[in-house]
């Protein structure tokens, strides 16, 4: 279970854009939006809004018309830039409104970044007007949905004993996602030897934080980075292969009477299991700490979950992140919402571009065990890895939580 905060209500306003021939990202239509703003903001007096509205008009009007027709609009951008706004050039509006106009030939040649800016640049030039390399270079690239998610894969078998499967027996989701987080850290640096003791985590983490065997189920995944980094882990031992259940009966590990309650109990089982299960040296996590990507939320727009990820994910060395969410995503179809929220948190260990849903997928590394029982069917679950893949909008519309592991 993933600790809850109560918040004030998150609202959303989003303005849809109606273009022909295709659906337009939720960022998209934010820069587009910008960008006639913009324009009108900045325009002249001596220009006559028709001007404007023209522009914007044709703008819609030539995104299904022919090569001439587009060539035609960016000269008639790059000439209404010049008569009709303050300065008479880019340069002389606020970078990101400049950023914003300069971006909007691109959605008619999406995904060829490089003609977009030529044509632009071609117009620039033989208007004469000056716009600076800098300003050029930051033009915000237009891409298909398949550009905007390219291909990351974290898990195989080789990295499967870091982001291992797990299957947890009670509401500890929150630590199995941040052990393995830790610990594929630690692989990804060449320092990981053994797994993490996932039991003696979620022990430790309780008798730090919550102080109440009763209440181990309930956490938050910063707990568990702070612990680790803090402490170091317990090497994956026998109480592991025994299982997280026996927890529950933990006379197995430790006698405790009856007029003992919870709270005495869980410092005298966090020593018992430091001293007879976590012999030898503890993994070390130096510098491991979390950073907060989305925090409190009641479901996201599909475009900001996907460009958020894409960031974090854009790295030489990708970290997996820790993802709080409803499990109600398991069952969800594509474009549904969630019918209820059981809060949970787990991996985000890859992404890839699905053609039959046209959206970004995510691969989820559960603790859910090596069963697909729970599973929408339609969703491709990998048993020996425990991971499956759901569609973006349906992780966007049941997010919780969305954090990055690593320095």
């Known amino acids: 279970m993933l600790l809850r905060v109560p918040i004030f209500a998150n609202f959303l306003i989003s303005i849809v854009l109606i273009m022909p021939s295709f659906v337009l990202a939720k960022s998209e239509e934010t820069r587009i939006m910008n960008a006639w703003f913009a ?3 900045y325009m002249s007096r001596d220009c006559s809004i028709d001007r404007f509205v023209n522009l914007k008009s044709d703008h819609s009007s030539a995104l299904n018309s022919s090569e001439e027709s587009k060539k035609i609009w960016v000269g008639n951008l790059v000439t209404f830039l010049r008569e009709c706004t303050y300065g008479g050039y880019p340069e002389g509006m606020m970078a990101e409104d400049a950023r914003s106009v300069l971006a909007l030939p691109g959605l008619f040649w999406r995904g060829n970044h490089k003609k977009s800016i030529a044509l632009l640049r071609q117009q620039l030039e033989a208007q004469k ?8 270079d930051d033009v915000q690239k237009i891409e298909t949905p398949e550009q905007a998610c ?11 004993i870091a982001l291992r499967p797990s299957k947890q027996a009670s509401n ?6 941040a052990v393995k987080a830790a610990d594929y850290y630690n692989y990804s640096r060449g320092t990981f030897t053994d797994p993490t003791s996932t039991v003696a985590t979620i022990v430790g983490v309780g008798k730090s934080r919550t102080g109440d065997l009763a209440a181990l189920g309930s956490g938050h995944p910063s707990w568990v980075i702070s612990y680790l980094e803090e402490n170091g882990g317990c090497k994956a031992n026998a109480l592991d292969k025994i299982g997280e259940k026996n927890l529950e ?3 197995s590990y430790l006698p405790r009477s009856r007029s003992e309650n919870s709270k005495t109990f869980l410092p005298r089982l966090d020593l018992m299991i430091q001293k007879t299960f976590c012999q030898g040296e503890k993994n070390r996590f130096d510098g491991l700490q979390t950073q907060t990507l989305f925090e ?7 475009a900001e979950l996907r460009d958020t990820v894409r960031r974090a994910l854009d790295k030489e060395q990708p970290q997996p992140l820790i993802v709080g969410f409803c499990s109600e995503a398991f069952m969800m179809e594509s474009g549904s919402r969630p019918f209820g929220c059981s809060d949970h948190a787990a991996l985000i260990v ?3 571009f699905d053609h039959q849903l046209n959206q970004c997928t995510y691969q989820i590394l559960n603790s859910w065990g090596s069963s697909p029982v729970g599973y929408l069917p339609t969703y491709k679950f ?3 890895y425990g991971a499956v893949w759901i569609p973006s909008d349906v992780l966007g519309a049941s997010l919780k939580g969305l954090w990055k592991v690593g320095k």
């Open 249 to 251: 009966l933990a006379d």
């Open 39 to 41: 324009l009108e903001a």
């Open 150 to 160: 390219p291909t990351v894969l974290m898990l195989n078998a080789a990295t499967s």
């Open 382 to 384: 990998e048993p020996k």
């Open 172 to 177: 500890t989701c929150y630590v199995h996602a």
């Open 350 to 352: 890859g992404q890839r």
């Open 296 to 302: 409190q939320m009641n479901g996201v727009p599909d």
């Open 129 to 136: 007007v000056f716009v600076s390399q800098d300003l050029i």
